[in-house]
């Protein structure tokens, strides 16, 4: 099941870059327990073994893709150099190559002028982002979701800034007439807008939120860290590709490779539109990286140290997979919408389930039908378990009961939340493997109802 053919590529490519040191004099680097290194290894590879199979098809719960052979190479070839793209003196090569994939990125928002860079992941990419914006608005509030990432409301509380929670609508996306209340106090620095949430992949309504901002004066910030590369399909419904028509027109943008890109973890990307706000990182270093006189990417982001190789490998894998629509790249996408639209027809042509809206991006949340709210969060948790010894491996997740209100039928309300399961179909492979997945689903209910 693991790709090993391709190691052999890695090979070839290390012997290239062994040739580019070849002026160096011979050296051999002291190599610390190096006679116990295949013992560890193996002990390693054992451990490891202790995993659901994220990268198999069978696998459909949370947000785990495989990377792409090529960004696992690069990213491989690349640890043999370390470096640390804070500064070029610790990483010229990769520093490089980070530039340009961010200016890939920023150039599928239609972006040519940008200011952004490579981090950690989406959780420090949107401490990024909100920290700008306290700058730019000290002491307003920052809007986000009740369906937006949790970390939002972290961030902001280490930031010092005031948070606020605005309401969701049916579909998981965030209520205009909620967010126009609170915008009505004149208290609102910057407004998130989730472009797909990480529970239903629900996309907030951008075009009207952009109509609000030339009215009431505020930033948008765009959380598009699961959902950011969709904009490349071609069969989004009508209002997400809306948003993702107007995407470019935010003033800052999270969006992590290390989920659609195809990238290993940790790689998530920060962009501002407006190159400027690069003054409000301004420093005075007594040491570091000054041999060269050209700007470093430690002057432009929060974080310092960070791996060369995770550009590198990006830089690969679009330079591969260009992200164009109509490419390699948008095609696997579409294949999960696809695969998600049809996984949640079946769902709503069949009576043992309960599913609410069609989903906008590759998500899909269901729960089995009974008799009440209660008995099926029960259900759901029993579901998971059959599932997962059928190794077929979801997800649990508990949201609003308004976004199942349309197919609850007589089902007695004795819950404000239902617990349910939820599926990511982000691998294109689970277009193909879906007929499996719903054979094993329905046998895992069947069990579980006959008991």
Not at 260 to 266: D, E, T
Not at 336 to 365: K, M, N, W, Y
Not at 391 to 419: C, Q, W, Y
Request: proline share 5%.
């Amino acid at each position: 099941m693991l790709d090993k053919e391709n190691l052999k590529l890695l090979w070839e490519a290390l012997g290239r870059l062994d040739e580019g040191f070849a002026e160096l004099p011979e050296f051999a680097g002291q190599v610390p327990g190096k006679n116990r290194i295949s013992e560890v290894l193996g002990a390693v590879a054992d451990r490891l073994r202790d995993n659901y199979p994220y990268c198999h098809p069978l696998y459909a719960g949370q947000m785990l893709k495989p990377p792409h052979p090529v960004a696992r190479l690069a990213y491989s070839l690349t640890q043999w150099i370390n470096p640390n793209n804070h500064a070029l003196d610790g990483g010229r090569a990769t520093s490089a190559m980070e530039k340009e994939a961010v200016a890939g990125i920023a150039a599928m928002l239609g972006w040519h002028e940008h200011l952004g860079h490579l981090c950690g992941g989406g959780t420090m990419a949107n401490l990024e982002a909100l920290w700008v914006s306290g700058r730019l608005a000290p002491e307003k509030r920052i809007l986000a979701s009740e369906q937006a990432h949790y970390t939002h409301g972290r961030i902001s509380a280490v930031l010092q800034l005031p948070f606020a929670a605005v309401e969701c609508d049916a579909r998981g996306r965030m209520d205009l007439s909620k967010l126009r209340e609170e915008l009505s106090r004149g208290d609102i620095g910057t407004v998130v807008a989730t472009i797909g949430t990480t529970a239903t992949g629900s996309v907030d309504p951008l075009p009207e939120i952009l109509e609000l901002r030339e009215k009431f004066g505020f930033r948008i910030h765009a959380d598009a860290a699961y959902g950011g590369y969709f904009g490349l399909a071609s069969n989004l419904g009508e209002a997400a590709r809306h948003a993702f028509d107007v995407l470019g027109r935010v003033d800052s943008l999270v969006i992590d490779p290390h989920k659609h890109g195809l990238q290993p973890y940790g790689c998530g990307c920060v962009l501002f539109r407006d190159p400027g706000v690069g003054r409000l990182y301004k420093h005075d270093s007594p040491y570091t990286y000054f041999s060269s006189r050209e700007l470093h990417l430690g002057e432009i982001s929060l974080e310092c140290s960070r791996a060369g190789a995770a550009a590198a490998a990006l830089w690969a894998t679009q330079e591969l997979l260009p992200l164009a629509k109509g490419g390699e790249f948008a095609r696997g996408l579409e294949d999960c919408r696809r695969a998600a639209l049809d996984f949640h027809g079946r769902l709503q042509s069949d009576p043992r389930f309960i599913t609410p809206f069609p989903p906008e991006l590759d998500i899909v949340v269901f729960a089995p039908r009974a008799e009440s709210i209660h008995a099926a969060c029960e259900l759901s948790r029993k579901v998971f378990n059959a599932a997962a010894r059928r190794n077929l491996h979801l997800a649990v997740a508990e949201l609003p009961i308004k976004f199942f209100a349309a197919s609850l039928g007589g089902m007695k309300h004795d819950r404000a939340t239902m617990i349910c399961l939820r599926s990511v179909l982000m691998k294109p492979e689970h277009r193909d493997w879906l007929g499996r997945i719903w054979e094993l689903l329905v046998e895992s209910v069947d069990e579980c109802n006959m008991r």
